[in-house]
DNA sequence: AAAAAAT
């Protein structure tokens, strides 16, 4: 369609420009029936505001449970006038580029922007308008910390009308208020490929159950292992199970390994086993300090690269045939496990299950995909439940455990996993995360939960305000450690630890864990344990990695044309803007493609990663927010629009496709000045993979699309 | 640069 062909129907005129207009509220010349740009209008002929409904505007049907998913939406952009929308609509970078309209075309009637995308555009004076509040966060209903019944809820409601309605919504929000006039497109015609809801579907059916009468009592009376107390004090809480641990737990060790650089690829595999030293340490002050003395003589150099921990690397062929009821869980959660799909437990879930059970510190490092949440969640879940046992869960109990993630969205998948685990043994879980109303989760906290899921801020407000008491903590778990010791993260970190008290055990994993939690480490945990997977080699990975070397000038179309494909893709971008940009340009090549940035109201950002998990787009644009933790079932090519500074980033990013054994592949675009940069960081992600150069065209980029009758992809 | 609290 022509860009400057205004689409039939009365919803364009809308966005002529309406200079000097005041806002539509103050338009005097409007009349009843005729709605300014923006407003719903009401939908009573009787009301002044009435608006006639739109042609061939989508039908809206009637909400379902699941619907309101997305009315917070729909508010925002309909009778929010003050401006929900953000990116959706003006506020998309370049969205008219290339479009001869002036850009201060919408007049005054135009959404404000929200306090959290102010930085991300020029600066515009907006003249008289109200000063907008919290409006672009989701209205009244914080449906994503709904910890409950939210699920279920959402997966049983009609599949079918959702869809039509999420497309037919989408098309609003991304075409219809498009000034240059593409309102006409849709992409919920485009077929689904996969329905899978992803990760957490084996949960739907799950019921919690409270008959916890079939495991093991203990009798201690103490809730928790008391951390600075001897190690017999300790080992009380260990049950039936604590044969095996002697074996797998190996104490912290201090590292002794220069801080050169991290052990290169052909070092791999044991490189720690030979300097491993098992002394039993309890009051490890010399180790401590050399922490930080490494640490800090880390930190001086230009390129960061932290040490790896020194860590019991678990061979798999030993573990693997301990089964979960072996390692110490109980017969409800195994079963629970087994629902999920997790019959028989991964090396690393093998490795750190006991030793959580025992009441240790544990740092542990496995390689993306490869079940992190498990570990740490089915442990955590026995512990808390063992520290319950024959109490009332009272209401307004205190939470006992707490996980921490970095951002929103592993903390609302994390929860799911846990939330599963916790219910069937009948404990409950609740999420405190920001972004979202905080009535629904202090109303969690009220009943009382005993475990916490979220990310540090809110749970620091809450805390703050009394809403949110920690002192009863016992656990806390820190998701992708290595990341929330980093500037920003630290700090918040430390202020959240230093409320819970001190004897409470602590739990980090990560992919990437290294010497970076020193930090975190020295402070807070006493004499952990440390592990990582065995074996944890390019070449046992199921990843493929291509580095495909570009002129600038091609990289939006072969873009396009890498994602222009049947699987899922994940393009990762550096900046927010950035995603956005992109995501418009797939569009306007007909691609559906969606954002996901912290710039979105956090129901776009749940929606938005829905709509890839359900398959209803293939194409998620991502900032970093995306790039650790996230489970996408089916996602096969994740793109690298702009490579990443760091190899960590490196790392996770790609960790997103190739999961659980999967099959996926990597491709980052970079020029010819990068490429230096690009093998340094290679070098140090220790991934190996071919620098090709690409142009517009070329097969290589077909093959990688998976365009080609070559790829078995495909 | 992004992320993480709200106001």
Redesign the pocket.
């Known amino acids: 369609m022509p860009k400057n062909k205004k689409p039939a129907g009365g919803r364009a005129q809308n966005f002529e420009p309406r200079y000097g207009k005041k806002t539509s509220y103050q338009d005097a010349k409007r009349r009843p029936g005729q709605s300014s740009a923006g407003t719903a209008g009401s939908k009573s002929p009787n009301h002044r505001g009435y608006r006639a409904p739109e042609e061939g505007a989508p039908q809206k049907g009637r909400w379902t449970a699941s619907d309101r998913a997305g009315r917070d939406e729909a508010r925002g952009i309909r009778s929010q006038a003050r401006g929900d929308r953000r990116f959706d609509r003006d506020e998309r970078p370049r969205r008219d580029a290339g479009d001869d309209r002036p850009r201060r075309s919408y007049g005054d009637d135009r959404p404000q922007r929200s306090?959290?995308d102010r930085d991300?555009r020029p600066r515009r004076d907006f003249g008289d308008r109200p000063a907008r509040?919290?409006d672009d966060?989701p209205r009244r209903d914080d449906r994503p910390a709904r910890s409950f019944d939210d699920r279920s809820r959402r997966n049983n409601s009609g599949d079918f009308d959702r869809d039509r309605r999420q497309g037919a919504d989408s098309g609003r929000e991304r075409s219809d208020f498009r000034p240059n006039g593409r309102g006409d497109r849709t992409f919920g015609d485009r077929p689904r490929r996969d329905d899978r809801g992803g990760f957490d579907r084996p949960q739907r059916d799950d019921r919690p159950r409270f008959d916890r009468d079939d495991r093991p009592r203990f009798d201690r009376d103490d809730r928790r292992p008391v951390r600075n107390s001897s190690d017999s004090d300790r080992r009380t809480l260990r049950g039936a199970d604590s044969g095996r641990s002697g074996q797998d737990v190996r104490s912290y060790d201090r590292p002794r390994r220069d801080f050169d650089d991290r052990p290169r690829r052909d070092d791999r595999g044991g490189f720690d086993r030979p300097r491993r030293d098992d002394r039993p340490r309890r009051n490890d002050g010399p180790s401590r300090s050399n922490w930080n003395a490494e640490t800090n003589a880390q930190e001086q150099r230009v390129d960061v690269v932290h040490e790896r921990l020194q860590a019991e690397a678990v061979d798999a062929a030993t573990v693997e045939q301990a089964s979960f009821a072996d390692l110490g869980l109980g017969q409800n959660l195994v079963r629970t496990l087994a629902d999920m799909g997790a019959a028989s437990p991964f090396p690393i879930q093998a490795a750190t299950v006991g030793p959580i059970l025992e009441g240790r510190d544990v740092l542990a490092r496995g390689r993306t995909g490869s079940g992190k949440t498990i570990a740490f969640g089915a442990p955590l879940v026995e512990s808390i439940l063992r520290a319950q046992a024959g109490k009332r869960r009272e209401f307004g109990r205190s939470p006992k455990a707490l996980i921490l993630a970095?951002?929103?969205?592993l903390a609302l998948q994390i929860d799911r996993t846990v939330q599963t685990l916790a219910r069937s043994v009948g404990l409950f879980t609740t999420q405190i995360?920001?972004?979202?109303p905080?009535a629904r989760q202090v109303g969690a906290l009220k009943k009382g939960v005993d475990i916490i899921v979220?990310?540090?801020?809110?749970?620091?407000?809450l805390q703050?305000q009394g809403k949110l008491d920690l002192s009863e903590i016992q656990i806390v778990v820190l998701d992708e450690a290595d990341h929330m010791s980093?500037?920003?993260?630290l700090e918040?970190m430390q202020r959240l630890l230093r409320l819970v008290q001190d004897g409470a055990q602590k739990l980090l994993f990560s992919a990437t864990l290294d010497r970076e939690v020193a930090a975190l480490v020295d402070e807070f945990l006493v004499d952990p344990a440390v592990y990582e997977v065995a074996s944890e080699t390019q070449e046992s990975s199921t990843i493929d990695h291509r580095v495909l070397v570009i002129d600038h000038r091609d990289k939006a179309e072969i873009l396009a044309s890498l994602v222009d494909r049947d699987g899922k893709t994940l393009v990762f971008a550096?900046?927010?803007?950035y995603t956005e940009m992109l995501a418009e340009q797939f569009e306007d090549a007909g691609i559906a493609a969606v954002a996901l940035?912290?710039?979105l109201n956090q129901a776009k950002r749940t929606r938005n990663l829905q709509r890839l998990t359900d398959g209803k787009v293939r194409v998620l644009v991502a900032?970093?927010?995306a790039a650790r933790g996230i489970h996408v079932d089916d996602i096969d090519l994740v793109v690298q629009a702009d490579a990443p500074?760091e190899y960590k980033t490196y790392t996770h990013r790609a960790g997103r496709t190739g999961r659980a054994g999967r099959s996926g592949t990597v491709v980052t675009l970079i020029t010819r000045q990068r490429r230096r940069k690009m093998t340094e960081m290679l070098d140090r992600a220790e991934i190996d993979a071919p620098f090709e150069e690409a142009r517009i065209g070329d097969d290589v980029i077909e093959e990688i699309a998976g365009r080609q009758a070559s790829n078995v992809d495909r």
């Open positions: 306090f959290g991300s509040s919290f966060r970095p951002t929103r969205e995360y920001g972004g979202v905080q979220g990310t540090p801020g809110r749970i620091e407000d703050a980093e500037l920003g993260f918040p550096r900046t927010r803007a940035h912290g710039d900032t970093d927010v500074d």
